[in-house]
């Protein structure tokens, strides 16, 4: 069989932000005890230049803040790639995700083939120095765990195929 | 007559932006407002913080121009201390600022602001795109952005420290001197952004200037506002991003003043607005008029065509050429279209790309003597670069230990925030009539600020995604007539 699957963990937020810490501190914990298995990365930058980050994995779970204000705080949801919107960049940094994976087909880069995308909902993610909300400090348990588990699950699919 | 309402974007974006548009009796747009969200607690945040930690925060505040706060934050410090980096420590700071403006401006040429002006603004929606540029440019161009972008990022990273969160930068010079390897990969990489940067021209001249229906559309008066600009400029009022003086040109083009970035607060001052989070920067000697063009108004303008429009001239020869090209082509010293912004951003990426070749070749990058070790009992600090954005202000006060006492910082966005509100109004103004909003407005609006490249919020980063834009219409009586939204 050919190389050995590589796994990306990415941490996305700002440490300095509240709230929008969440991505940051629940990759930053699983470090060591991914070791071997996945990539663990945090990074606070935006959009098309994440494209960097992703390219030459084979697959990607991103951990981030949402705030929707639709869902109570610390709700995780797990979202899909395609369901973030159409091919469209109405401002400068925010061209995101749909654009980069359109790029990614058209360009045939080395983007990983499988992602997926674990959101907690939070309170605040815009005050500098702030705690995390106490709810979304409860949920950093949970998604560490919804982590492991979709990269087992990659894992065991690709001995599977082999 | 504003009342409290709920965005619900489908993921959390930073800088969502909402415009508020308010109507009067008769149905004709009165007022409208930009909406962004702001950093909270900055000032409260660095308080009692080390001096010498403030390049590692607050590069740490934005995941879009990091380096640029690592560098006026780094130049601050020099100042707090008293302290002068050695010249091979300020050469090496320049190489890797330079760098840096060469990877932001080509990802905003290319992919955010392309889709305006390569594919055109009359091209059918589902094609304004990155895809519908890369229809435009072809694929190898796209493969060669993204291959360039990782070979500077990867510069930045060789001799600055990560990306994300450079380290290079220390009072009184910088971490440690560049490796001979490390010089002739940067003279490698600078050698292909001048060549990339060239291309880019070829582009803008091909598909923007040969067309005529293009260069109307820029030099419109739907894009265009008589303010003042400011920017930094070397001795001789080159375009410098590193360092030198403020200067500020008036609407006619005369210089207004120029000043050292340490009497800033001696010219630049804050107007706030009770519907926004935003500070407006204005002149604070000519003061605030309302949003309003024109001499008596202080407002003014940042980003790459305010500083074309302050300079003399490129300090590098085909940065030059093409400066001159410029103000030949769109009549005359200075350009009021905002949408000239990207090419003035192509000029200042080719300028970018020689500095960096020409200070890669410099004997003195080489030396190991990049720092003066400050000795000085802080007390005050101002730093200023220019950010790919615009002129970005930072200022610490400390105690005789150097932890701060006070902080504030002014970001490039700020200082075009103001301008940035009078093009949503003029566009809101044209495309609302009786009440009756068109949709071709959200491109309008979309397109004018796009050309500023505004970085809403600076405390950012993004599940990635987009930026809904919320267009309210409310009547006179503060009610909701009609409502558009892109999320």
């Known amino acids: 069989m050919g190389k050995l699957m590589r796994t990306l963990v990415l941490g996305l937020g700002n440490e300095l932000l509240s709230d929008d810490a969440a991505g940051i501190l629940a990759v930053r914990a699983l470090r060591e005890e991914m070791a071997g298995r996945a990539d663990v990365v945090e990074s606070s930058m935006a959009g098309m230049a994440l494209l960097d980050v992703f390219l030459g994995y084979d697959a990607a779970v991103i951990v981030d803040a949402v705030c929707t204000g639709s869902k109570p705080v610390g709700t995780i949801s797990e979202l899909m790639p395609e369901n973030l919107g159409r091919v469209l960049a109405p401002s400068p940094h925010y061209a995101g995700l749909p654009e980069m994976l359109a790029l990614v087909d058209k360009l045939e880069l080395d983007f990983p083939k499988k992602l997926t995308i674990f959101a907690v909902e939070v309170a605040d993610p815009y005050t500098l120095g702030g705690d995390l909300t106490e709810e979304v400090a409860q949920a950093l348990g949970e998604l560490r765990s919804r982590v492991r588990v979709q990269v087992e699950r990659w894992a065991q699919e690709e001995a599977d195929i082999a | ?487």
């Open chain 2, 1 to 487: 007559m504003t009342r409290e309402f709920t965005i619900d974007p489908i993921t959390r974006l930073e800088g969502h932006g909402k415009i508020q548009i308010f109507l009067n009796d008769a149905g004709e747009v009165d007022r409208a407002y930009l909406q962004v969200p702001e950093l909270r607690g900055f000032e409260k945040f660095a308080e009692g913080r080390r001096a010498e930690d403030m390049p590692q925060i607050t590069s740490r505040i934005c995941g879009v121009c990091p380096t640029a706060h690592h560098m006026a934050s780094t130049k601050a410090l020099d100042d707090l201390y008293k302290v002068e980096a050695p010249a091979s420590a300020k050469k090496i700071r320049e190489l890797i600022y330079s760098t840096f403006f060469v990877e932001d401006h080509a990802l905003h040429f290319f992919f955010l602001g392309g889709p305006d002006f390569i594919v055109g603004p009359t091209a059918p929606k589902a094609e304004r795109n990155i895809l519908g540029v890369l229809g435009k440019v072809g694929l190898e161009i796209g493969k060669e952005v993204i291959g360039l972008r990782k070979q500077l990022r990867e510069l930045i990273s060789l001799a600055g420290g990560k990306v994300i969160h450079p380290v290079f930068g220390l009072p009184g010079g910088v971490s440690r001197p560049l490796k001979a390897e490390d010089i002739e990969k940067f003279k490698a990489g600078a050698a292909h952004a001048v060549e990339f940067g060239k291309f880019c021209l070829k582009v803008f001249g091909d598909i923007v200037l040969a067309n005529a229906a293009y260069v109307d559309m820029i030099t419109s008066d739907a894009y265009t506002h008589r303010t003042y600009y400011m920017g930094m400029v070397d001795a001789g009022n080159k375009v410098n991003f590193y360092d030198g003086d403020i200067r500020v040109v008036d609407p006619e083009g005369r210089e207004y003043v120029k000043f050292s970035g340490g009497d800033y607060l001696g010219h630049v001052a804050e107007h706030v607005e009770p519907w926004s989070y935003m500070k407006f920067c204005y002149l604070k000697n000519v003061g605030w008029k309302g949003f309003s063009e024109g001499g008596e108004s202080g407002i003014y303008s940042v980003a790459p065509l305010a500083r074309l429009n302050v300079s003399d001239g490129m300090a590098t020869p085909v940065a030059q050429e093409a400066y001159e090209q410029f103000f030949s082509t769109l009549g005359g010293k200075p350009v009021h279209h905002t949408l000239a912004n990207h090419w003035a951003r192509v000029i200042e990426l080719v300028y970018a790309a020689e500095r960096m070749a020409e200070l890669a070749s410099d004997p003195e990058i080489a030396s190991p003597d990049v720092r003066t070790i400050p000795t000085a009992t802080p007390k005050e600090g101002v730093g200023v670069v220019e950010a790919p954005r615009g002129t970005l202000f930072h200022h610490y006060a400390t105690n005789e230990r150097g932890l701060i006492t006070k902080a504030n910082l002014i970001v490039a966005t700020q200082g075009n925030a103001a301008r940035t509100a009078m093009s949503v109004d003029k566009a809101a103004r044209s495309m609302i009539k009786g009440g009756e909003i068109d949709e071709g407005m959200l491109n309008q609006v979309e397109m004018a600020f796009r050309a500023y490249d505004p970085c809403h919020g600076c405390a950012t980063h993004t599940l990635p995604g987009q930026m809904p834009l919320i267009v309210e219409v409310r009547d006179a009586g503060g009610e909701l007539v009609s409502e558009l939204r892109r999320d």
